[in-house]
């Protein structure tokens, strides 16, 4: 049985409930927001129970006049008499939680066939009905409806039976998200009728409602329902802090004044004068917004207890009304949000923007048309059936369900790999603890939704499930980035994977991954293969690269900085015929390469080692010390430090001569033979080695520095490119290093 249910026999004790606030006549729809703003303000007289089912057909009638009621009808008849004698704790007949629940949804305008299943939401978990018998007499939908929002029973699952439950709900929510839709009102209607029982039993739902329902709440974009949760859960957790943020809303409930009213009038005649039509409301913040508002300005003021809503019919209309505010009035631009152009993961839509009175007071004010105010509230709900029949369907009549957003598609995918129901829980609040949500592109245009705080390690997995296991690296907006990256909403994302099949992760990645489908496929891959990790892990691609190279390669690698002389390190690896000097004899660090010409008789010519010009680079020079003239790249960093230092410039120009001494940057992702491949396609275009330098690794990046003779500086761009295709290298380029003043 639900916790709210008890044995006839044995009735709990009537407690003081969330009371309900009168109805009034005339009731298009009922503010949930309102009703549950004034419970918790104050108690109020508890009448007779109303004719529950007339007002949930009213509310219905409301948004689907045309709807057919015998479901609701014949659903109702079912309910009462399969919990006929059962009573809540509350001492209430146990029909009014199935009712209350409905009229919940109804109030925000879900279809028919919701309601009939949130009316029947109890009936299998509770009573003898079956979910046969639900199929029989109310179709497929409404009996899988039913059946994703029936717990599990604790004599067959034990302590597992609350995460299995969720994990069962969601997996159902992930065909159908009305399931979820009734778990948050049948939750709703259980934490308003909370105080029957004992605290510490109270402690624990409003924890689950907390770490669980509430998220899921804002995800799916029912804030109506969110934020009465958040107010409830709050009262319970932190009774002092509650009290505290009570009496501040009284208080200003009594001030004479109003600057919100103020304000609202002054907005209401800015938008007549501009001949916009619009409905300018004052929303009072709930509970717990009052009190972040609090911990964040200290002292509140008047306008901080609310905030403006202003409702226009058509989009356009919504930056019409921004542009007559932020010009007859004073705006706070920092305060500005575009949720229109962008609309945030859970379906909202709105502007945000802020403005200022003379006195200091500033109002902040959303804006958005009636539709987007609907789906604001309701969310997912006010979409109405997204499983209406078409020509389309399926034939096997799988569900496809064009509302389920990226992040219910992570985490269905990452709950199949979770090896334990503790995992599960533990794993599911962590994932829900991230509310925040941005997209990344693809470059084949294709895009990824991640958690906000998501790195190229989650990007990978989200893209590439367990093969990321061979992701080497990634490139951020064209640019060459590690794995630990932290992506930002709008970054496009290339993740680079390589060919080795024996690849995989490395431990390091558990520090960076945030997506539990990461999390969970690296610990499994580690948890089935400790030799390797053991190891440090350093085999594969993805691999701390320390040791990415094997042999004398190895030893380069690690030695870090160690430059490879004549038949020695990377260059006896790969055959080439490095040399260490000069055939002038000159050392290796002294650039020796293409003939220049200088405008100055008798002067000595250098080429900086900063930038290596060669031809057919432009060029310039400068004077240094014992008359010897520098030629450097005019885009050389060290051309403006000289020129700002007053150093006058002297002409140079090539001269015949084409053979060229340059200085090439090479960045990579480790593997195995990575130094050899390497030497050897710079062998096979020819060029010799004078000099070559691994750094030490970080982060899982490797860079090479050759400094390279040429035979002819017209090669160049096809030696880089034969570089470039090295496996594992994924950017080459020319040294430009800061060159020291002179």
């Not at 790249?633 to 230092?645: F, L």
């Amino acid at each position: 049985m639900s916790a709210e249910a008890t044995n006839p026999a044995t009735p709990g004790p009537v407690a003081p409930t969330a009371p309900t606030v009168a109805r009034r006549k005339s009731r298009a729809r009922i503010d949930l927001r309102r009703l549950g703003r004034a419970a918790l303000l104050g108690p109020a007289v508890r009448g007779r129970l109303p004719d529950a089912i007339s007002h949930v057909v009213e509310a219905h009638r409301a948004h689907h006049p045309d709807a057919d009621l015998e479901p609701l009808r014949r659903a109702y008849v079912l309910a009462e008499s399969s919990h006929r004698g059962q009573m809540r704790k509350s001492g209430e007949p146990y029909i009014t939680h199935p009712l209350a629940v409905t009229l919940i949804l109804a109030e925000l305008g879900a279809e028919t066939t919701t309601l009939t299943a949130s009316l029947l939401h109890d009936t299998v978990e509770d009573t003898d009905v079956t979910l046969d018998q639900v199929r029989e007499q109310f179709g497929e939908e409404v009996r899988y409806l039913v059946d994703g929002v029936t717990k599990l029973e604790k004599v067959d699952y034990g302590a597992a039976a609350e995460p299995e439950t969720f994990r069962k709900m969601l997996v159902a929510t992930g065909s159908d998200v009305r399931v979820m839709s009734i778990k948050l009102a049948d939750r709703l209607h259980n934490m308003r009728t909370l105080g029957v029982m004992r605290p510490e039993k109270q402690a624990r739902i409003a924890k689950v409602t907390r770490d669980v329902l509430i998220p899921l709440a804002e995800r799916l974009g029912v804030q109506a329902l969110k934020t009465e949760l958040e107010d409830l859960v709050f009262a319970i957790l932190h009774p002092e802090e509650y009290e505290h943020t009570r009496e501040l809303i009284a208080a200003n409930a009594a001030r004479s004044d109003d600057p919100l009213a103020e304000i609202a009038d002054e907005v209401r005649g800015v938008l007549r004068e501009a001949d916009i039509p619009a409905e300018v409301l004052i929303r009072p913040r709930h509970f717990v917004s009052v009190h972040r508002v609090a911990r964040k300005r200290g002292e509140l003021r008047g306008a901080d207890f609310g905030r403006l809503l202003v409702l226009v019919n058509e989009d356009a209309d919504c930056y019409g009304v921004l542009g007559e505010l932020h010009t007859c009035m004073t705006p706070v631009v920092s305060e500005f949000k575009d949720f229109i152009a962008v609309p945030k993961f859970n379906l909202y839509q709105s502007l945000h923007t802020a403005v200022a009175r003379a006195d200091g007071q500033v109002a902040e004010v959303l804006i958005r048309t009636h539709q987007m105010h609907k789906v604001a509230e309701a969310g997912v709900v006010a979409l109405g059936n997204p499983y209406a029949p078409g020509s389309d369907d399926p034939a096997d009549g799988e569900r496809a369900d064009p509302t389920r957003p990226g992040w219910l598609s992570r985490l269905l995918d990452w709950q199949q790999a979770a090896p334990d129901p503790d995992t599960f829980w533990s794993t599911l609040r962590e994932d829900l603890a991230q509310d925040r949500e941005i997209t990344v592109f693809r470059p084949d245009g294709g895009t990824l939704g991640l958690p906000e705080g998501a790195t190229c390690v989650d990007a990978a997995y989200a893209q590439y499930g367990e093969d990321a296991h061979a992701c080497i690296g990634a490139r951020v907006n064209g640019r060459l980035a590690t794995l630990s990256t932290v992506l930002r909403d709008g970054d496009t994302v290339q993740l680079l994977m390589g060919q080795d099949p024996a690849s995989e992760p490395s431990r390091e990645w558990l520090e960076h991954a945030h997506t539990p489908a990461a999390r969970i496929a690296i610990q499994r891959w580690l948890a089935t293969h400790p030799a390797g990790d053991a190891e440090g892990g350093t085999a594969g691609a993805g691999g701390t690269i320390a040791a990415a190279a094997s042999g004398a390669e190895g030893e380069s690698a690690r030695a870090g900085g160690s430059t490879a002389g004549a038949g020695g390190g990377a260059a006896a690896a790969s055959g080439t015929a490095a040399r260490s000097a000069g055939t002038d004899g000159a050392p290796a660090g002294r650039p020796r390469g293409a003939d220049v010409l200088a405008d100055r008789p008798g002067a000595a010519v250098r080429l900086a080692g900063c930038c290596t010009p060669v031809p057919p680079d432009e060029i310039t020079g400068f004077a240094v010390r014992g008359g010897v003239v520098t030629v450097h790249r005019v885009g050389c960093a060290a051309v403006a430090h000289m020129k700002s230092r007053g150093r006058a410039e002297i002409g140079v120009r090539w001269g015949d001569t084409t053979a060229c001494r340059v200085t090439l940057v090479a960045e990579s992702f480790g593997r195995p033979h990575l130094l050899a491949d390497l030497t050897e396609a710079i062998a096979l275009q020819g060029a010799e080695i004078v000099s070559a330098t691994v750094e030490p690794p970080s982060q899982q990046r490797v860079r090479h520095t050759y400094t390279l003779e040429l035979s002819d500086a017209a090669h160049l761009p096809a030696l880089m490119r034969a570089m470039r295709d090295v496996a594992g290298v994924y950017d080459v380029s020319r040294a430009q290093h800061q060159a020291p003043a002179f």
